[in-house]
């Protein structure tokens, strides 16, 4: 059985940056697509990035807010996938969740696409 725990969340300041670390137990993640969620107040959980194997390591941008701000990465020898996140905007604030799928490339932004999450981390943006 597969478990995610997220870490690196926190507070920071409009512009800064937060690495966002997913580490995997209970299984090796080479054949799983992972992907990053989150859950901002008053809105539904949204897909941020999701990166597989199976898309030859690149990663697939669920939010277009996103692009050019937040890279994925994933280190399979490490069982972590990473979400590197800069120039955050307020609007980044929520409950940033991994979430993994077994065996495919990465599936369409919905949470019932994944089989497994971790109890997410909490990143706030606030001056």
């Known amino acids: 059985q597969l478990q995610l725990v997220e870490s690196g969340g926190g507070l920071v300041q409009p512009g800064g940056s937060l690495r966002l670390s997913c580490v995997a137990s209970?299984?090796?993640?080479?054949?799983?697509?992972i992907g990053w969620f989150r859950h901002s107040p008053g809105k539904e959980r949204e897909g941020v990035l999701c990166?597989?194997?199976?898309?030859?390591?690149?990663?697939?941008y669920y939010a277009i807010s996103v692009k050019g701000r937040f890279t994925i990465s994933k280190d399979n020898a490490k069982s972590t996938v990473f979400l590197q996140m800069n120039s955050l905007q307020p609007d980044d604030t929520g409950v940033y969740y991994c979430?993994?799928?077994?065996?495919?490339?990465?599936?369409?932004?919905?949470?019932?696409?994944?089989?497994?999450w971790g109890q997410g981390t909490q990143v706030t943006v606030s001056s």
């Open positions: 979430a993994a799928t077994f065996g495919t490339r990465c599936p369409e932004p919905l949470t019932t696409e994944y089989d497994y």
């Open positions: 209970g299984d090796t993640l080479d054949d799983f697509a």
């Open positions: 990166i597989s194997d199976r898309d030859r390591g690149g990663a697939v």
